[in-house]
Protein backbone atom coordinates (compact mmCIF):
# COMPACT_ATOMS: atom_id res chain seq x y z
CA UNK A 1 0.00 0.00 0.00
CA UNK A 2 1.24 3.35 -1.00
CA UNK A 3 2.07 5.49 2.00
CA UNK A 4 0.17 9.24 1.91
CA UNK A 5 0.27 10.38 4.98
CA UNK A 6 3.26 12.20 6.30
CA UNK A 7 5.63 11.40 4.07
CA UNK A 8 9.84 11.31 5.20
CA UNK A 9 10.79 13.66 2.18
CA UNK A 10 8.56 16.21 3.66
CA UNK A 11 9.99 15.93 7.31
CA UNK A 12 11.93 18.94 7.48
CA UNK A 13 9.45 20.90 5.26
CA UNK A 14 6.44 20.06 8.28
CA UNK A 15 8.98 20.95 10.95
CA UNK A 16 9.61 23.90 8.97
CA UNK A 17 5.98 25.36 8.70
CA UNK A 18 5.43 23.86 12.22
CA UNK A 19 7.43 26.00 13.89
CA UNK A 20 6.88 29.32 11.66
CA UNK A 21 3.22 29.48 11.92
CA UNK A 22 1.57 32.48 10.23
CA UNK A 23 -0.26 34.66 12.34
CA UNK A 24 -3.54 33.62 11.40
CA UNK A 25 -2.54 29.67 11.47
CA UNK A 26 -1.13 29.83 14.98
CA UNK A 27 -4.44 32.08 16.03
CA UNK A 28 -6.81 29.47 14.67
CA UNK A 29 -4.34 26.69 16.34
CA UNK A 30 -5.30 28.03 19.60
CA UNK A 31 -8.40 26.65 19.52
CA UNK A 32 -8.17 23.62 17.27
CA UNK A 33 -5.50 22.07 19.34
CA UNK A 34 -5.78 19.80 22.01
CA UNK A 35 -9.10 18.08 21.07
CA UNK A 36 -10.41 21.67 21.71
CA UNK A 37 -13.29 21.41 18.77
CA UNK A 38 -15.61 18.67 20.10
CA UNK A 39 -13.30 16.91 20.95
CA UNK A 40 -11.63 16.13 17.22
CA UNK A 41 -8.25 15.82 17.17
CA UNK A 42 -6.08 18.48 14.56
CA UNK A 43 -2.80 17.88 13.25
CA UNK A 44 -1.31 21.39 11.91
CA UNK A 45 0.93 21.16 8.74
CA UNK A 46 0.29 17.24 8.31
CA UNK A 47 1.41 16.33 4.42
CA UNK A 48 -0.60 14.02 2.16
CA UNK A 49 0.80 12.66 -1.26
CA UNK A 50 3.04 15.64 -1.98
CA UNK A 51 1.09 18.48 -0.31
CA UNK A 52 0.91 19.59 3.16
CA UNK A 53 -2.03 21.20 4.27
CA UNK A 54 -2.40 23.63 7.28
CA UNK A 55 -4.78 21.26 9.42
CA UNK A 56 -6.10 18.39 9.11
CA UNK A 57 -8.75 16.15 11.33
CA UNK A 58 -8.38 12.51 10.66
CA UNK A 59 -11.33 11.80 12.11
CA UNK A 60 -13.42 13.91 9.85
CA UNK A 61 -10.98 13.16 6.97
CA UNK A 62 -11.52 17.03 7.25
CA UNK A 63 -8.69 19.81 5.48
CA UNK A 64 -8.42 23.23 6.37
CA UNK A 65 -6.83 25.93 4.60
CA UNK A 66 -5.60 29.41 5.38
CA UNK A 67 -4.87 31.86 2.75
CA UNK A 68 -3.22 34.89 2.92
CA UNK A 69 -2.48 37.49 0.12
CA UNK A 70 -0.39 35.22 -1.76
CA UNK A 71 -3.27 32.96 -2.66
CA UNK A 72 -4.67 35.74 -4.14
CA UNK A 73 -2.63 35.64 -7.77
CA UNK A 74 -4.20 33.60 -10.85
CA UNK A 75 -1.34 31.14 -10.68
CA UNK A 76 -1.73 30.66 -6.83
CA UNK A 77 -5.69 29.95 -7.11
CA UNK A 78 -4.68 27.53 -10.03
CA UNK A 79 -2.90 25.32 -7.83
CA UNK A 80 -4.92 25.37 -4.79
CA UNK A 81 -7.57 24.63 -7.34
CA UNK A 82 -5.58 21.35 -8.43
CA UNK A 83 -4.63 20.76 -4.85
CA UNK A 84 -8.04 20.98 -3.61
CA UNK A 85 -9.28 18.43 -6.75
CA UNK A 86 -6.74 15.80 -5.90
CA UNK A 87 -7.49 15.72 -1.70
CA UNK A 88 -11.26 15.87 -2.63
CA UNK A 89 -10.78 12.47 -5.05
CA UNK A 90 -8.73 11.34 -2.12
CA UNK A 91 -11.86 11.38 -0.80
CA UNK A 92 -10.81 14.50 1.97
CA UNK A 93 -13.11 17.30 2.19
CA UNK A 94 -11.25 20.72 1.97
CA UNK A 95 -12.43 24.15 3.54
CA UNK A 96 -10.63 27.26 3.11
CA UNK A 97 -10.75 30.51 5.11
CA UNK A 98 -8.88 33.75 4.20
CA UNK A 99 -6.38 34.67 7.15
CA UNK A 100 -8.20 37.93 7.77
CA UNK A 101 -11.34 35.83 8.63
CA UNK A 102 -9.70 34.09 11.56
CA UNK A 103 -8.87 37.10 13.22
CA UNK A 104 -11.98 39.14 11.94
CA UNK A 105 -15.02 36.51 12.70
CA UNK A 106 -13.52 33.28 14.75
CA UNK A 107 -16.83 32.00 15.66
CA UNK A 108 -18.26 31.68 12.28
CA UNK A 109 -14.79 29.95 11.22
CA UNK A 110 -15.40 27.52 13.92
CA UNK A 111 -19.31 27.29 13.24
CA UNK A 112 -17.88 26.45 9.79
CA UNK A 113 -15.35 23.69 10.45
CA UNK A 114 -18.22 21.92 12.75
CA UNK A 115 -20.36 22.35 10.43
CA UNK A 116 -18.52 19.94 8.34
CA UNK A 117 -17.86 17.10 10.97
CA UNK A 118 -19.51 13.93 10.16
CA UNK A 119 -19.44 14.59 6.41
CA UNK A 120 -17.42 11.59 5.52
CA UNK A 121 -18.64 8.83 8.05
Known sequence: MKRRHNKKELLE???????NLTPAEAFLWKHLKAKQLE???FHK???????IVDFYCPMEKLIIELDGQ??????????????????EILG??????????????????????????????
Not at 13 to 19: D, P
Not at 45 to 51: G, L, T
Open 92 to 121: FTVIRFENKMVFDNLYSVLEDIKANFNRNI
Open 13 to 19: KRRTLRK
Open 45 to 51: QHSIDHY
Open 39 to 41: GRK
Open 70 to 87: VHMDPTSREYDDRRTKHL
